[in-house]
């Protein structure tokens, strides 16, 4: 069986759908757990795939959280070798840092469903499964630069860097295509202060919101990653 290592940054943020459609294409899961688990002592070629989770903090907070330097160490290292890496929000942004590029605060928060703007080069990769404006779940605070040789794969209108490509191997997304109506129960929960601090926002909203996209957006984001890993030759 092949093996996929998920880096979790907070415990109710986890592989969501993609959980049962990685188990059927025979993955054996493991989670290790920032700040817990000791990333350092981690092989960056270990695993067929790598999953780096979403979380709360920020990306270049490592005087905060020091396992934010073996990360993006481990990162830096297994991406330069070409071994599959898939980033979702926090994770995306740990891989345009380690990859060189800035990652800063950008001015006002992004939570909700919305659609995506798809680049030419996003419209023929494995997100053209959300080309039809199908919204995705937004949640964060922060944004990247673009790495040098990157590929730009899509944008908001708040956010110009949504998604990017590191060749075959290496998939960065800002936003969340992996979450379920169910899982995101605890999202409400466990990010309350985050909302409540968020002028025009509310528990209520993001549930309706949810149960009107999320059940479409699981499928597309199912057909999004099996997409990438057979593109990945995984």
């Given at each position: ?17 993609f959980a049962p459609s990685l188990t059927e294409r025979n993955y054996t899961l493991r989670y290790l757990e920032a700040g817990q688990d000791d990333l350092a002592a981690l092989d960056p070629l ?189």
């Open positions: 069986m092949k093996t996929v290592f998920a880096i979790q940054h907070v415990a109710f943020e986890d592989l969501g759908s270990a695993g067929d795939l790598w999953i780096v989770l979403g979380g709360p903090i920020g990306a270049y907070e490592e005087a905060a959280y020091p396992f934010i330097r073996d990360e993006l160490r481990l990162l830096r290292a297994r991406l330069d070798a070409g071994r599959p890496t898939l980033g979702i929000c926090l994770g995306a942004q740990m891989m345009a840092r380690a990859l060189g590029a800035r990652v800063y605060p950008g001015g006002r928060k992004e939570i909700g469903w919305k659609p995506l703007q798809l680049t030419a080069a996003g419209r023929a990769s494995p997100l053209a499964a959300f080309a039809d404006g199908t919204p995705v779940l937004h949640w964060h605070g922060d944004t990247f630069d673009l790495p040098d040789g990157a590929t730009l794969l899509a944008s908001t209108d708040w956010y110009p860097h949504q998604a990017f490509a590191w060749g075959h191997h290496a998939l960065a997304l800002q936003f969340h295509i992996e979450t379920t109506a169910r899982g995101l129960e605890r999202w409400f929960i466990g990010h309350a202060s985050e909302i409540a601090g968020t002028p025009g926002l509310s528990v209520p909203m993001l549930r309706d919101e949810t149960a009107h996209h999320a059940v479409d957006a699981e499928e597309r984001g199912r057909q999004c990653l099996t997409a990438w890993l057979e593109q990945a030759g995984l």
